[in-house]
Every structure is written in structure tokens, then in C-alpha cells.
């Protein structure tokens, strides 16, 4: 059974269609890369799938690891190891971000049936994840994305992935406002957390992402529904022809 | 409205009040009723000198020819000054620790609030033990009882009740009472001058650092009545002292009035740190009940290079109406106020603060922080006066409201009366709410709802809660989550 396993899904935002039905399975240790133009559903889907509930789901199912996951609550999915990587990640002042990553870790955990980490064993854990992504440690201790730059949140999105190790990870426009170092360590992040057992969702509208991150999958996404799936080579023929040629089709 | 605002609306509506049991003992009372006698009687069952009774009976008259003052932004039918009674104590009244009612150690045993002084054994190592901490404890209208008064008393701090340091230091009380908020200065003040009954009473001598945190816990516990109780702290040439206050009432149908003085005195080099959590009962998710909290407190920094810093968390009361303030008379002195104020169900509060500029090249900073929930009504209203003497006067003023669900107000009403040419005052002021995007971001990483917002909002008290000490801090945090969102689930 594949890990996520999207059928028939229509959502919609204040009465306005815009998930069309999509059809997406994700197995285990794959990189799926979706890809399409501004207004075609990709952050839709990523919110969809995350539970955010300004979005209305109108039709179809998604099952997460056999289980229903549109009837879960957000925070219900994360424990269960559905992660998010935000487009705009917001601010928190004056919480510390190693503060708000223990919360979360331990939320999970406790989730989970496991004990809190201690206080030695995180601070070695989060010290180990934040030199993946070479992380200041002086963001560590800022408020969660507090004055950040554009790239520091991106970057710190990512920490926060390696910290929490998600089953499924959805990147929504990751690299989108990186310039080509930060995009590199991005990639480098997510190559380094690549593993047998975690599946990634790839949101992006540049193939350049694609260049650091190998897709096994390439699916483009054009008006709220799947028009074409493939290997990399899909996304190298995306950038050559661009979007123009599955929106005519979809006419 | 979305799923999330609802939930917070619930988080902030229902009422989690831990501390509104009453303790059944049995108890003496003034008849109720505002006039001459009522004063005799509190100053003769205080066994109190001429002129202290002289003292009283002048403000009594000052309050009689006083107006309600209705500049506060606040609502309340009238108080009917005739229907309270002003004095209320347990009867018998304990002459040491060892003898005070058991009833009352179980109180303050509920209340989390440490009677016992910690014994020091020979040969034990204290390394791990909590910090020792000072408590005088006041029970309606009388202090019941006051730790570790003996070791202080070493070093020559003075840290006992009003009453006892009427009788006991005269010429100390005489000395300071009125100095700082004089027994006519506002229609509450005037009140509090003519009957107040118990409150805490710290003198640090000069030179001496005071080695452990000082505590005063006030607890209303008989209907029908009010508490006023006066504090008065001073520190000596380069002393320096820590205090803290609590406070918590049962939960009861009718108002009841709270209104006390406290006085703060620094000489030259001296330091007072006063912190507040006040958590007096608000009142139900109706509005109905709860304390009216009608308090003056003011610091003079007397002397030069002196220090005088506020810390409030205000959780509690109906109705707040409270200005820590601090007259900068010593050059070099510096002033400071620091406060988180919280306002749900039907909460009214209007505070804030005033920084008086006499002294030359004089500081003061100001952080107030207040979160409006439910249908709560916030108003910051805070004056800063730079006085033509004082020369090089600075002054940062921060103001940040959050709201929380939209039945909520924040206002702010900040004065600025600058009189020397050179002097430099900035305020800032913010107002936000906690976001869809904020809760969902969290959530996202698998925290749930309740949690999020008790984060979200300690971070946006943060600034502030990291001016209490340590200990308080974690108490202060805790709080304000029972505060926010006991009763989900």
C-alpha cells in the first residue's frame, strides 16, 4: 500500500473550485516532484493535504498510511508524520525557536507513546540538524522566524524537517526567493533526508529545484488537475516548452 | 468565523479559577458603614497611637469632601460605601507562627503559598533546595502570620506587618507613611488612608543587599467586606530588595472593593524591585461578581543613581484601575515598569503608569503588554512629565495589545508633559491578534490548539515576564495558561 494515496480530490476556497480532481499516489523512499503554473492548485494541495481549514474539501479521499486523513486534525496529522514545508513560514515573537521545536518534537513523541527527550539529548539532536542546513545557532535562539531573511526561513523549514523527521514531507515552494547558495544548502538538506522509509511532495513552479534534488516523479498540474506525470525528464521538457502547451490541451 | 477562532473564543470565555474556595472560620467584623466610628474602631482594635488615629480621621474628611473620579475607562454601577464593612479578621489572632489557626496554614497550603520556614539541618547539603522566600501573610483585614522575620532581623531588615511596625517602629512609620502618596492625593488613596487595616511593612538599612525574595500574599476571604491594605517599603543608602505580591479571593456574587496604598522609598544607590501577580477573582463568564481593584502604588527614588522597576501581571479582578508610578527625584535615578495585564470574560483595566522627571539625567522605561479576550476591556494609560529641572531626562515607552476573538477592546492613552527642552521620550505602540496563519503554522507541527495560543501569548509577554524572578516567572507563565485555557476538552 502506498504511503499517501490521493483519489478524486476537489476542494474549494470561498465557494471557488480549485482542486479539480487529483489523482496522486506516493509510496515510501519516492520524490515526487509536482510542478505547474501560479494559480493552478499547487499550494492548494499542499494545505489541503496539511489540513488547514480554509479550504474546503468537496469531493474524493486521501489516505495516509491506510487511514482517512482529510478527517484528521492538523495537528493530528503532524503527529502522525505528515510535515509541511510553508511557502511564507510566520513569525512568532518571542518564542524561541528551539523552544517551539521541542514543543513540537514532544507533541509528536508524546503522540507516538514516547518520553519527552531530555533536555541533553535534544540540544545534541537539534546542534546535529542545524549543521545539515548550516544553521547559525544564533537563529536557534531568535524567535521563530522572527527578522529573518527570506532564505533563513526557508533554511529553518527545513531544519525544523530534519528535527521532527517526518514520514511525508510536502515542500511548498521551497525555493522560490532562495538565490543559488541557499537553494544548494536547501537541497542539500533534503537530499541528506532522504531515506527508504520518507516520502517527499516537492511543490514548485521552476525546474531549477529539480536540478539539486532528483524527482522520481515529475507530475504538472495545470487548472486544479494532474495533465501529465513522468520521470525527471518531464520537468526538462516543462522548461523547454513551458506550461503554455498542457493549458491548450486542457482547453 | 473559522473552526479556530471559535476554539479560542472557548479557550477564553469559560472560567478557570483555582482559588475561589472561602475558608470557613469564624471571624470578627466592623458593623458596615463609612464614618467617624469606623475609624475609631479599626484604630483602637489596632491598639494604634493618637496621631496615627488624627492621621486617619483627616483623610476620612478629605474622602468626604471628594468626587468619584470617572476619567478611568471603565463601567460600574456606583459603590455604596455604607454597605461595606472595613475591618474583618479571624479571631483569634495567633502571637507566633507555631500558634496560627491550622484552617489558616490549609489556606495558604491551597493557595501554594509556602508558612513554613525551611530548617536548616547541620551536615545536610541545601544545594537543590528551592530558594527561601520571606512570606508575610495577610487574611482579609490582619496579617496572620510572617516568616523568617527572626533571620532578617539579623541583618537589621525590618519585614513584618503594618501593624506591628506601628507599635513597634513608630518613628519609622511617622517618618515615611504619606511621603510618597499623600493621605488626600486621589479619592481611593483617601479611602485607604482612613481605614486601612493590614499590609506589609520592609525596611532595609543602608548598605544591606536583602538575602532572600520578600512576599506579601493577600487573601480576601469574608463576603460583604473590602481590603485595604497599605505597604510601605524603604530602602536605605545602597540597600536593595526584591518583593513580591500575590493575590487571590473566593468567587462570590457581589463585588468586593480592593483598595490599597503602597509606598516604595529609595535613598541614594538603592534598589526596589516590586512585583505583582494579582490574581483576584474576576468575576463569571456573566460578569457577574469579582474584585474591584482600585489601587495606588507609587516609588520615589529619593536619592541619587536610585532604582525603582514595577512588574505586573495582572490575571484577575473585575475591574482593574492601577498606576504603578515612579517620582525621579534623585539625579541619576532610574524608573521602570513592567506589565502584562490580561482582560477576558467581562474584565475591565485600566492601567498603567506614571514616570515623574525631577532629578537630572533621569530614565525611565516603560513595557506594557495587554491581551483582551472574551469581551474584556483594556485601556493603557500611562503619563510621562519632565519636570523643568530635569535636565537630560530620557524615557521608552512600549505599548503592544493583543486581541484575541473580535467582542474584545484594547485603547491606549498615553500623556507626555515635557518641560526641559532636552528631553528625549519615545513610545512605541502595537496592537495584533493572534493569527489563522500563527495557530495553523503551529498545529502543523503537531501542536495542539490550546497549546499554540498559551505559546503565542507567553512569547508576546516574554519581554516582561523575564523581568520577575525566576521562580515567579515560571508561576506567572503557568497563569496565564490556566488563565487562557482551562476549561477545554
Redesign the interface.
Known amino acids: 500500500m502506498a504511503l499517501l494515496e490521493i483519489k478524486n480530490l476537489h476542494a474549494a476556497v470561498e465557494g471557488e473550485e480549485i482542486l479539480r480532481g487529483i489523482n496522486l499516489s506516493v509510496d515510501r523512499g519516492e520524490v515526487h516532484a509536482v510542478m505547474g503554473p501560479n494559480g493552478s492548485g499547487k499550494s492548494t494541495l499542499s494545505k489541503v493535504l496539511a489540513g488547514h481549514d480554509g479550504y474546503e474539501v468537496t469531493g474524493g479521499q486521501v489516505l495516509y498510511d491506510g487511514k482517512d486523513l482529510l478527517d484528521m486534525e492538523a495537528e493530528d496529522r503532524a503527529r502522525l508524520g505528515v510535515f509541511l514545508g510553508f511557502q511564507y513560514p510566520v513569525e512568532i515573537p518571542g518564542v524561541a525557536n528551539t523552544y517551539f521545536l521541542k514543543a513540537a518534537l514532544n507533541a509528536i513523541r508524546k503522540h507516538r507513546g514516547e518520553d519527552e527527550l531530555d533536555a541533553v539529548a535534544f540540544l545534541k539532536r537539534i546542534r546535529e540538524r542545524a549543521s545539515l542546513v548550516n544553521m547559525d545557532e544564533n537563529l536557534l535562539k531568535r524567535a521563530v522566524n522572527e527578522g529573518f531573511s527570506g532564505g533563513e526561513k526557508k533554511r529553518n523549514e527545513i531544519f525544523q524537517m530534519a528535527v521532527l523527521e517526518p514520514q511525508l514531507a510536502i515542500l511548498d515552494e521551497t525555493d522560490s526567493g532562495l538565490d543559488i547558495d541557499a537553494l544548494r544548502i536547501v537541497a542539500q538538506g533534503v537530499n541528506a533526508m532522504r531515506d527508504p522509509d520518507r516520502a517527499f511532495l516537492l511543490i514548485t513552479h521552476y525546474q531549477r529545484l529539480l536540478d539539486h534534488i532528483e524527482p522520481d516523479y515529475v507530475h504538472v498540474l495545470v487548472n486544479g488537475r494532474i495533465r501529465q506525470s513522468g520521470g525527471k525528464e518531464l520537468a526538462e521538457e516543462l522548461e523547454r516548452s513551458g506550461y503554455a502547451l498542457f493549458e491548450e490541451n486542457a482547453a | 468565523m473559522?473552526?479556530?477562532s471559535k476554539t479560542i473564543e472557548e479557550i477564553t470565555g469559560k472560567r478557570g479559577y483555582e482559588y475561589g474556595f472561602v475558608t470557613d472560620i469564624e471571624q470578627e467584623w466592623a458593623p458596615p458603614g463609612l464614618n467617624e466610628d469606623t475609624v475609631r474602631f479599626i484604630s483602637a482594635k489596632k491598639d494604634e497611637p493618637e496621631w496615627l488615629l488624627e492621621w486617619r480621621l483627616e483623610a476620612l474628611r478629605g474622602f468626604m469632601e471628594m468626587e468619584h473620579p470617572n476619567w478611568a475607562h471603565v463601567k460600574y454601577p456606583p459603590i455604596d460605601f455604607q454597605a461595606i464593612s472595613y475591618y474583618a479578621a479571624p479571631k483569634n489572632q495567633p502571637k507566633s507562627l507555631d500558634e496560627v489557626d491550622p484552617k489558616l496554614l490549609e489556606t495558604y497550603e491551597k493557595l501554594g503559598i509556602p508558612m513554613h520556614e525551611q530548617e536548616v539541618l547541620a551536615g545536610v547539603d541545601t544545594s537543590d533546595r528551592k530558594p527561601e522566600v520571606a512570606v508575610d501573610a495577610v487574611f482579609d483585614s490582619v496579617s496572620v502570620g510572617t516568616t523568617y522575620k527572626d533571620k532578617l532581623a539579623e541583618q537589621g531588615i525590618i519585614f513584618c506587618s503594618m501593624s506591628e511596625a506601628v507599635k513597634e517602629h513608630p518613628e519609622l512609620v511617622k517618618q515615611y507613611l504619606g511621603t510618597v502618596v499623600p493621605r488626600k492625593d486621589n479619592y481611593f488613596a483617601a479611602l485607604n488612608s482612613a481605614v486601612f487595616s493590614d499590609g506589609s511593612f520592609v525596611f532595609i538599612p543602608k548598605g544591606v543587599k536583602c538575602p532572600m525574595e520578600l512576599s506579601t500574599y493577600f487573601r480576601i476571604n469574608a463576603g460583604h467586606t473590602g481590603q485595604f491594605e497599605r505597604t510601605l517599603i524603604i530602602a536605605e543608602e545602597g540597600a536593595s530588595v526584591s518583593y513580591l505580591e500575590g493575590c487571590t479571593a473566593p468567587m462570590r456574587d457581589e463585588n468586593q472593593l480592593h483598595a490599597a496604598v503602597v509606598e516604595l522609598v529609595a535613598l541614594d544607590d538603592a534598589d526596589i524591585k516590586y512585583s505583582t501577580v494579582q490574581n483576584w477573582y474576576p468575576g463569571d463568564e456573566n460578569g457577574v461578581g469579582g474584585i474591584f481593584n482600585f489601587v495606588t502604588k507609587r516609588g520615589l527614588c529619593a536619592g541619587k543613581r536610585s532604582r525603582i522597576a514595577w512588574t505586573q501581571v495582572e490575571t484577575g479582578s473585575a475591574i482593574t484601575w492601577k498606576y504603578p508610578s515612579c517620582v525621579l527625584k534623585g539625579d541619576d535615578s532610574v524608573g521602570e515598569f513592567y506589565s502584562v495585564a490580561v482582560t477576558r470574560g467581562y474584565q475591565q483595566a485600566d492601567t498603567g503608569t506614571k514616570m515623574i522627571h525631577m532629578g537630572k539625567n533621569t530614565r525611565s522605561t516603560i513595557i506594557a503588554k495587554g491581551i483582551s479576550a472574551g469581551h474584556g476591556e483594556q485601556s493603557y494609560r500611562g503619563l510621562v512629565r519632565v519636570a523643568p529641572t530635569a535636565k537630560d531626562a530620557r524615557n521608552y515607552s512600549q505599548c503592544d495589545s493583543m486581541l484575541i476573538g473580535d467582542q474584545c477592546a484594547a485603547h491606549t492613552f498615553p500623556y507626555i508633559d515635557a518641560q526641559h527642552p532636552g528631553a528625549q521620550i519615545e513610545h512605541e505602540a502595537t496592537t495584533s491578534r493572534i493569527?489563522?496563519?500563527?495557530l495553523?503554522?503551529?498545529?502543523?507541527?503537531?501542536?495542539?490548539?490550546e497549546?499554540a495560543v498559551s505559546?503565542?501569548v507567553?512569547?508576546?509577554?516574554?519581554?516582561v515576564f523575564k523581568k520577575l524572578p525566576m521562580e515567579f516567572a515560571v508561576e506567572a507563565q503557568k497563569l496565564l495558561e490556566v488563565t487562557l485555557e482551562d476549561s477545554v476538552g
Open positions: 473559522s473552526a479556530s493569527s489563522e496563519d500563527q495553523f503554522y503551529c498545529k502543523q507541527r503537531g501542536i495542539g490548539e497549546e505559546l503565542i507567553n512569547g508576546f509577554c516574554r519581554d
